[in-house]
């Protein structure tokens, strides 16, 4: 059974950067849209970004700002999410999730969260002002 694995979350500087890691385990072979979530406290959990495994259809929210950068690596079945000029305003626990067997991501508002079956644990991002 497939599974993800979030990583590289810690606590920073305001104005440093992070590269957070999302590795699917099991992978059946199937195409995938995955995104990163994020939850600050107190919020709902919202989209960041986007790409589908086959390095296509990715997607900002606008809070990103050209700050971060996700890119995906086929072969390790990993995506990864660069992070820079962190700010406090960034502090929140972030999620990988995928929906399987897709063979495109669409525009954010198309599918929420509930489209997405797998879930990874969470990363805590934490950023010092």
């Known amino acids: 059974q497939e599974r993800l694995l979030e990583s590289g979350g810690g606590s920073v500087q305001a104005g440093g950067s992070l590269r957070l890691s999302c590795t699917v385990f099991?992978?059946?072979?199937?195409?995938?849209?995955l995104r990163w979530f994020r939850q600050i406290p107190g919020k709902e959990r919202e989209e960041g970004a986007q790409?589908?495994?086959?390095?296509?259809?990715?997607r900002y929210a606008d809070f990103v700002m050209g700050r971060f950068t996700i890119s995906h690596n086929s072969a390790e079945t990993t995506s990864y999410l660069q992070m820079h000029s962190l700010t406090h305003g960034d502090t929140a626990m972030y999620y990988c999730a995928t929906a399987g067997g897709r063979w495109y991501c669409p525009e954010f508002a198309a599918w929420s969260r509930v489209e997405f079956e797998r879930w990874g644990q969470g990363t805590q991002v934490s950023v010092s002002s």
């Open positions: 099991g992978h059946n072979g199937d195409p995938y849209c």
């Open positions: 790409i589908h495994s086959t390095n296509a259809d990715i």
